[in-house]
């Protein structure tokens, strides 16, 4: 029989796509929740899908933030639901969002999402969230699944998702993760 243990502390990403006239607005209130960031990608065209684009227009930008202050797991469906509160402080009069925000997190094995929508590959977190595996670590670097995103995929992201593992193996050098 296993015994349970607590789960180590997460390093905590957040995928931001806006126009990017907004991301210093959206970063300064995601820093004074979380504090400060430790890693802050460049800004990165977002062109892998027109999903956004309805809603949000055309023009998108990416960025990829994480943070010196590491969370728990189970704190990953608050956050969420935090920063759906942030999208909604930022939506249009007519409730369509100017920026989404995807929190999630990575450790030296994977690096997980947060969604509100169900799938046969996501597991229900609480209050209407779920969680999925993105990517996982094999080898030297983070690999796709049959369901990870195009832009996921693309290997500017997983070179971004690479050296933030990097910084934590670094930092916690010595330390199990």
Known sequence: MGIPTKHKPVKLIIGLIAPEDLFDKVEKILCQKFGPADFKSEILDFNFTDYYEREMGTGLKRRFLSFK????????????????????????SNGSRKVNIDPGYLTLSKLVLATTKDYQHRLYLDNGIY?????????????????????????????IFNHIRNNLLSKDKGKDV
């Open 69 to 92: 202050r590491n969370i728990v797991p189970r704190d990953l469906s608050h956050i969420k639901l935090y920063t759906n509160r942030i999208e909604k402080k930022f939506s249009k």
């Open 131 to 159: 969680a999925e595996v993105t990517l996982r670590f094999k080898g030297k670097s983070f690999t796709i699944w049959e369901w990870t995103y195009p832009d996921y995929r693309s290997p500017a992201y997983i070179s």
